[in-house]
């Protein structure tokens, strides 16, 4: 495996299915790009006549789209930014903030990552999406679900306010887990 001596850019992307991280080289002499998202390489072209330009990719299970987008500063020096389905990153994260719950809990020695899709109720775990069943209860929906041998669900309540909307709670073998900042 050759050594990566042209890498300008990593960002690591938190998407339902995990945090993925994409890697870009470019060979500001050669033209050289290349993208490598979780290690694998996704996009290879060795000779470039035009510097500057974008490159479309696939992350994730759900095959989002990600672009990198590069742009001339001055001279010879680049600037790299990664757009996420026509987002910048950063737009993308606050966005998804919004649309998203995530819960990072440890059981029995593994470590998991539970994320709730808020706008179609999906349950991530590990990369994986969950069987869930959902039941109505007296304040509120309940989806279950299933990690290892422990009993899940994530509990939606209205918080009564309309800014605030609906809280999601997860809970695993009886014990509220608290929700993670990505």
């Not at 060979?27 to 072209?45: A, L, Q, W």
């Not at 035009?50 to 992350?59: A, C, D, S």
């Not at 994530?154 to 809970?171: P, Y």
């Amino acid at each position: 495996l050759e050594k990566m001596t042209d890498l300008v850019a990593v960002w690591e992307v938190a998407l339902s299915d995990g945090v993925h991280k994409i890697e870009f080289e470019h060979g500001t002499t050669s033209g050289k790009r290349v993208v490598y998202v979780d290690g694998k390489e996704e996009i290879r072209k060795e000779w470039m006549f035009k510097l500057v330009g974008k490159e479309t990719f696939p992350v994730g299970a759900a095959k989002t789209r990600a672009t990198i987008n590069i742009d001339a500063v001055s001279g010879f020096a680049y600037e790299y930014t990664l757009e996420i389905n026509g987002k910048s990153l950063k737009k993308y994260m606050e966005n998804r903030s919004k649309i998203t719950s995530t819960w990072v809990l440890s059981l029995g020695g593994m470590d998991y990552r539970v994320v709730l899709e808020k706008d179609t109720m999906d349950v991530w775990c590990n990369g994986q999406k969950m069987e869930t069943a959902g039941e109505f209860v007296e304040d509120g929906t309940e989806t279950h679900f299933s990690v290892g041998n422990h009993s899940c669900y994530i509990k939606a309540v209205s918080s009564g306010k309309r800014k605030e909307g609906i809280i999601h709670t997860l809970i695993v073998d009886d014990r509220e887990i608290p929700e993670a900042v990505e």
